[in-house]
Nanobody, 125 residues
């Protein structure tokens, strides 16, 4: 049984930082993309960042709203994906979901077969 378990959410002040982790178990995702999505209250789920391995190294892709502030990273040995979030603002408040299993780095949530339960990030002004 595949499981994705997020951790690291919590309360941060505007301008602050948080680091999210997502540990996968049940299968390896070294050949697939892993990603982060988020869903703010009353809004639809949206893409945040994705990463996959290629012969050139880690390929990453970001939503425009987080580019330059968030960094996605992966640890294949631990089957884990991270999201380092900096310069947080209240608009980043959302439940953050880890996703895995897409064939390429994709922003379309339908490409991902596996999802975590989410971790809440709240940014105060």
């Amino acid at each position: 049984q595949v499981q994705l378990v997020e951790s690291g959410g919590g309360l941060a002040q505007a301008g602050g930082s948080l680091r999210l982790s997502c540990a996968a178990s049940g299968r390896t995702f070294s050949g697939s993309a892993m990603a982060w999505f988020r869903q703010a209250p009353g809004k639809e789920r949206e893409f945040v960042a994705a990463a996959s391995w290629s012969w050139r190294g880690l390929i990453t892709y970001y939503a425009d709203s987080v580019k330059g502030r968030f960094t996605i990273a992966r640890d294949n040995a631990e089957n884990t994906v991270f999201l380092q979030m900096s310069s947080l603002n209240p608009e980043d408040t959302a439940v953050y979901f880890c996703a895995a299993g897409a064939p390429v780095t994709a922003s379309d949530s339908r490409q991902y077969a596996y999802w975590g339960q989410g971790t809440l990030v709240t940014v105060s002004s």
